[in-house]
């Protein structure tokens, strides 16, 4: 009887302790994507109010930089897209919540204001003031787009934007990761266990 009580109480630990792993386990999600790219406003316009509903279960990077190329000085819409992803990126990298840094990316795509660094889209005065900082002919972007330059070119993808679940690029996954969002976030959340996702 002592044994099988020690069984069970085992049994309820153990149990207990693998929800609280699933609790904390978040789906590693990076979108590549360039800031003048048609097809990124499209997928962020859509993704924002999906990522307000699961963002409590995403860890998120967003990757200004597609197919550019650092050292050529060339962005495949032009030099503005270039000054674009600077812009982006050095908001990526400011003391913002995850639902700010998305906020901000979406809203200059909807205002059409990517290139502008005294944008409205940033809501604090300390984000302007750290835009202006950051896209100095020497300033922080440069360090941030080398970083965003290796991340983009860690995957093999033939659109933008591309979506990588926790670190794996399929190119089989890109409409369904494009086109219903939420469908495919719930699809990779139940393959990692978390099957009582909220909105799922």
Partial sequence: MIKLFLLFFIFGIFSTFSKSINSTQK???IVLYESLCEDSLDYMKNFWPVF???HQYIDLKLVPFGKANLKKKI???????CLGNHIQDCVLHA???PLQKVEFV?????NGSATKKNTQCAKLESTRRWIYECTKPNGDWIIYQKESERITNLYHFSEVPAIVYNEKFDQSLQNEATENISQSICTQLKRMGIEKALYC
């Fill in 27 to 29: 789906l590693r999600m």
């Fill in 52 to 54: 307000e509903k699961f």
């Fill in 75 to 81: 962005c495949q819409h032009g030099k503005d897209e």
């Fill in 95 to 97: 003391q913002l919540t």
């Fill in 106 to 110: 979406t809203c200059q795509f909807l």
